[in-house]
């Protein structure tokens, strides 16, 4: 019921930075968990980060894998319904297969996944 689709994803020098987007379709996610995902060749997939929403705060929190943390950064444009993964000061090690996957209810399920976008840094 919910399509998403990733872009941004190419060849950028270490250091460099890039911008991942996640467009979705079919429902509003803006209540959704949405997450960032990333697998390397060889390598199990792991969690980058991702975006909750918290009703009682009127606002979306975010956590993020100690890896990246201070690198990348989750925002969210409800009216495109759509989610970014802002990645700055990107590291060989950073190369790797990126998904966006959406949660409904949380407790670490993702219901929805889209098709992944390649990353690649050189050194």
């Known amino acids: 019921q919910v399509q998403l689709i990733e872009s941004g994803g190419g060849l950028v020098q270490a250091g460099g930075s890039l911008r991942l987007s996640c467009a979705a379709s079919?429902?509003?996610?803006?209540?959704?968990?949405m997450a960032w995902f990333r697998q390397a060749p060889g390598k199990e997939r792991e969690i980058v980060g991702f975006?909750?929403?918290?009703?009682?705060?009127?606002?979306?929190?975010?956590s993020y894998a100690d890896s990246v943390k201070g690198r990348f950064t989750i925002s969210r444009d409800n009216a495109k319904n759509t989610v970014y993964l802002q990645m700055n000061s990107l590291k060989p090690e950073d190369t790797a297969v990126y998904s966006c996957a959406a949660s409904r209810t949380g407790g670490g399920n993702y219901d929805y996944w889209g098709q992944g976008t390649q990353v690649t840094v050189s050194s």
């Open positions: 975006s909750t929403w918290s009703g009682y705060k009127s606002t979306y929190a975010d």
């Open positions: 079919g429902r509003t996610i803006s209540s959704y968990i």
